[in-house]
Structure formats: structure tokens, C-alpha cells
């Protein structure tokens, strides 16, 4: 089934449930040495999961928790294979949503979950998106209504060496930093096995172009001119090209996180072969929506 979480919609199985586990490398087609996240309901339930929960993953879970942030930890037995990828450790998150949260309390046990689109592709922040995607693959669909933080949770891996940032997501970088008073490393991507750090990802159907601020409209136009249908991804306000059409993503950092995938689904939905947009700065939210956009213009396999 499908579930709400704040951060984007998951498709969920019983984790220690190896079959069902398997079940959703096979809907996602994501290739099965890809670890998945584990969520909770509360931190106490990392008992049996982790092999040692360190003081900082105590103060980050006591902060953070619940809420879009996801710790990677030495694991412990109730953590299989299936799940983690054959990796020693574990991703766990414990999610805000109350839906999902009633769910996990009355199950009682962890519910691996990936996000709920295909392999690739961008994750999905209401029901209808994942119904989109997925189909009849997924049999139920708990409506929660749209994501309020609408891109991933932060990942930090707390399993080795000094705190590391995996992932940007829905928990400004920033915060961390200061609740645990230095900075975070940054991960080499081929250290550690983490599909959303491939380069190709998130990615919408029409091919994007990121360009700096000034260069917006002049790429548009041009584009526009090779007889591409266009859409620019940006700022309410900005001077319209002739034959293009403006996405308007909010100038509030929130609203902006929280609008980007729709965005881009709109855009593929309308049949845009081309976007073409400038990147937000590298810092709070903005972070995240530009790790997205990043990847999402990469090329693709
Ligand atoms: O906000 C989220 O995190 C959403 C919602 C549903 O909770 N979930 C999500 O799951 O984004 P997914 O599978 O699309 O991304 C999970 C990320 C992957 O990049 C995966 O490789 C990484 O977490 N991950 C899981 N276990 C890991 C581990 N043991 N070590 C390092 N990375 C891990
Ligand atoms: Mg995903």
C-alpha cells in the first residue's frame, strides 16, 4: 500500500516482512541492493533495529523526530537484508504525518518505504500522484492529503566517522549543524549505496536546461526558436518569452520545496519536451530544491 508522510507519499510494506520487502523493489523496479528507509513511530522503537543509537542520534532523534530527517546507524537484528541492501547499517526515519503514524502504532513495527514512484522518477506528494504512477501495481492508497514539506527527508549517516549528509532534503542542513555544533561532511556518492544520490534522478520527461538567472529568457527564446515547446521554471514577476509558457514556483523557500515536484508533473503532464530554469541558492531549504533540479538535468541512462 501507499502512506502519507510529510515529506513525500511512500509505498509501504511490513519490514521484517521479507516477501512484501521484496514486493516493492519489484513495483518501484529499483534494483534490490538499494537500501530502504525504515520508519517508526516513535525513537524508542529503534530498539532491535540499531546495534547502538550514539548520543547524537539521541539529540538529533529528541529534536528532529518526528519529522523529515533520516538517520543511517550501525544495524541491529530486526534489520534484514531485504532492507538494508546487505549493507551493515539501517536508514530510520520516524515520520510526522498523523495517518502514518496511527498506522506504525497500531502495526507496532517498522514499515520500510521507499518513496512511491518509479525508479527515476519524481516522487509523489498526493495520491493522485502515486495512483498516476503506480497504477494498479498499488492496491490501496491512503489519502492523506498533499505533503506539507513535499520533497525527501534529510539523510545523515551517523554509522561511522564524523555525522555525513547523504542526502539534502526537508530538514535544512543548517539546523543539524547547530544542534550539534560542527559542520556535517559531505559523502562521496560511491562511498555508500544511495540511489537518490545517482546522478540521473527525480527526474521529469521533459528534458531540463539550467541556466544562470540572466540567461533565463534569452535560453528560452532561443529554444522557442528551434520550434521546442518550452516551459521556464520561475519567479512570478520575471519577463514572459513569446511562445513559452511560466511555472511560477513561490519565493518562499517552503512553498517553493513543497511545490517543485507538482510542478514538474504539471509541466510533463501539459507535453513541455524542454524546461528551462536557474538554480536556487545552495542554503536552507533551497538546498534540497537544488540537489532536485540538479539531478533532474543530468543525463539520463
Ligand atoms: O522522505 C523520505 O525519505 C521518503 C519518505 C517516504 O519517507 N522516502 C524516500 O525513500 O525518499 P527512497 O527509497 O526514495 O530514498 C531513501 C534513500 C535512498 O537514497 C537510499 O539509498 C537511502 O535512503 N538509504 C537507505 N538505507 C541506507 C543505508 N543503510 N545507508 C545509506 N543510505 C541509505
Ligand atoms: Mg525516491
Not at 505533503?147 to 539534502?168: F, M, N, Q
Not at 531540463?208 to 522557442?224: C, D, I, N, S
Amino acid at each position: 500500500m501507499a502512506v502519507p508522510t510529510e515529506t513525500v507519499y511512500g509505498l509501504a510494506a511490513d519490514a521484517q516482512n521479507e516477501l512484501a520487502v521484496r514486493r516493492i523493489f519489484a513495483v518501484k523496479g529499483r534494483p534490490s541492493t538499494h537500501p530502504l528507509i525504515v520508519h517508526l513511530a516513535q525513537a524508542t522503537d529503534c530498539a532491535g533495529w540499531v546495534r547502538e543509537f550514539p548520543p547524537e542520534a539521541e539529540a538529533l532523534a529528541r529534536a528532529f523526530w518526528p519529522g523529515p530527517l533520516t538517520l543511517v546507524l550501525p544495524r541491529g537484528e530486526k534489520a534484514t537484508d531485504a532492507v538494508t541492501g546487505g549493507q551493515d547499517t539501517v536508514a530510520l526515519r520516524v515520520p510526522a504525518h498523523p495517518l502514518t503514524q496511527e498506522l506504525l502504532t497500531r502495526l507496532g513495527g517498522g514499515i520500510a518505504a521507499p518513496s512511491a514512484n518509479r525508479f527515476g522518477r519524481v516522487s509523489p506528494t498526493t495520491a493522485g500522484h502515486v495512483r498516476g504512477d503506480l497504477g494498479n501495481d498499488v492496491e490501496f492508497i491512503l489519502d492523506g492529503g498533499p505533503c506539507s514539506v513535499g520533497l525527501e527527508s534529510t539523510i545523515i549517516d551517523l554509522s561511522h566517522g564524523a555525522p555525513a549528509l547523504l542526502r539534502p532534503g526537508g530538514l535544512p542542513k543548517e539546523e543539524i549543524e547547530q544542534l550539534l555544533h560542527r559542520p556535517l561532511a559531505l559523502r562521496q556518492t560511491d562511498e555508500v549505496r544511495v540511489p537518490g544520490t545517482l546522478p540521473s534522478h527525480y527526474a521529469p520527461r521533459a528534458g531540463l536546461f539550467l541556466v544562470e538567472p540572466g540567461e533565463l529568457t534569452h535560453r528560452a527564446a532561443a529554444l522557442v526558436s528551434q520550434g521546442k515547446k518550452v516551459a521556464v521554471l520561475g519567479r512570478s514577476g520575471m519577463p514572459l518569452v513569446a511562445g513559452a509558457v511560466l511555472f511560477v514556483l513561490p519565493d518562499e523557500p517552503g512553498a517553493r520545496a513543497r511545490e517543485l515536484y507538482g510542478t514538474l508533473r504539471k509541466i510533463d503532464e501539459a507535453g513541455f519536451e524542454v524546461i528551462v530554469s536557474s538554480l536556487p541558492a545552495a542554503e536552507g531549504l533551497d538546498l534540497a530544491v537544488r540537489d532536485r533540479l540538479t539531478r533532474a538535468a543530468a543525463p539520463r541512462p
